[in-house]
């Protein structure tokens, strides 16, 4: 049985949407435990970053991943590139206007500006790379 890449992405889709949704809705605790824990390693590595800017940026990297994943897809099902960066809006607003019905969590417009900007960065680069691509 051969696996097509619609199948493949839509996989990797599911799986970036349900870590995304993952850290949603993780305990404050959770939340903290894993950025903090990450921040000392990447300040391992050399990268020193306080707790809140590491947290916001965070945004950019998820929606980067998702929207590159989500270009992917989107591709192999014959969409244009505005449809895939409006559903990676929607995306974005979705996961942040969740946050309203949560009780420890919150509404934040500039970690939406984030997702947004990852996911247009993906997209970008993505389209880009494909221009480049019929080129040659």
């Known amino acids: ?23 949603t809705l993780q305990s404050p ?10 921040r000392l390693w990447l300040e391992q ?6 707790f809140h800017s590491f947290r916001s940026n965070a945004h950019l990297i998820v929606y980067l991943v998702i929207g590159t994943v989500l270009t992917l897809y989107g591709r192999e099902n014959g969409w ?3 449809q895939i960066l409006l559903l990676g809006f929607v ?10 019905f949560l009780p420890t969590r919150e509404f934040d417009i500039e970690d939406l500006v984030r997702d ?8 970008a680069v993505m389209s880009f790379m494909n221009i480049k691509a019929k080129e040659r």
């Open 116 to 123: 947004c900007i990852g996911i247009g960065f993906a997209v």
């Open 80 to 82: 244009e590139w505005w």
């Open 1 to 23: 049985m051969q696996i097509n890449k619609k199948t493949v992405y839509g996989i990797l889709l599911i799986a970036t949407l349900s870590a995304n949704l993952f850290l």
């Open 45 to 50: 590595l050399g990268f020193h970053s306080n």
């Open 29 to 38: 605790e959770g939340t903290v435990g894993l950025s903090e824990g990450l």
């Open 91 to 100: 995306l974005g607003f979705l996961d942040e206007g969740m946050k309203v």
